[in-house]
């Protein structure tokens, strides 16, 4: 298993600089997801080759590279276009920099959030759009030669493994994947209580799909009515145990990222916490 992170406590790729690059070095991370925050071709490509040498300078691999972009699902053909074009060059970037991967996002029909709930994302015409949308950045994948690493939350149209395995298949699967994100799919109080279940079911139904995972905990809150929230890894209710054994399993050369937190603090506690569950399972970071 490889362990790194996601650019979240230094606000992404435009800001990898000599001290960022030393923290991800004291971090012991061999590699980062990074985010660009727009069309990733606004940014000479001599530039962006820069900061990659930085990193690489130090060991350190893009593992994971991310792009903004207009919703990939709307009813609105031109704005689906517009979304698919910086697909298009989130890929093209992501091979110019020898990423492992590029990442994206299926969007939502909601106007304004990405990640936000709308009845409209689990519409059949929907998922179809969906569909349409992954196979041309599937096309795209295979001209540059990047595989494609879907994020999924239960609030998009990818919200449910089974359903995320359909679309993937109806589309293209030899380019299209999935990264691991469990916490994701953690929807009400029985499957907060019994993570288990909920990364068995992810894992056996879209294993042949994982391209990499993310890690980050969870927890339920007091106030009304319900209330889920990420949390520190090791601080919530995830069995770690059970991720850990099935992604080895799966892909003992994979990278784990630790995800969405904000301070350097936090980062150096949830990366003691993954070092040291990792060695209690007996499973070797390389």
Known sequence: MRLGG???WFSGWLNVDEQVVAELVALGFSGMGMHYPGDPLEQPLAEAMRTRQLL???GI???QFWGAYPSIISRDESVRRAGLQVCRHVIQRAGELGAHMASLRPTSMYDGYQWAPHADNFLPET???????LAEIGETAAQFGVPVAMECHLTTTLGEPAKIRRIIERSNPDWIGVNADVVNF???LDSVYNTTAVIDYFFD???PCIRSAHLKDVTVGEQLVLHIEEAVPGTGLLDWDRLFRRFEALMPEGYV???HLRRLEDVRQARDFVVGRLAQLAIAIH
């Open 257 to 259: 990222l630790i995800e």
């Open 61 to 63: 691999e893009l593992v």
């Open 6 to 8: 996601v650019d979240d």
């Open 127 to 133: 998922e179809e759009r969906l569909v349409r949308s």
């Open 56 to 58: 690489q300078d130090s």
């Open 186 to 188: 953690v929807k009400d």
């Open 205 to 207: 139904e879209l294993g």
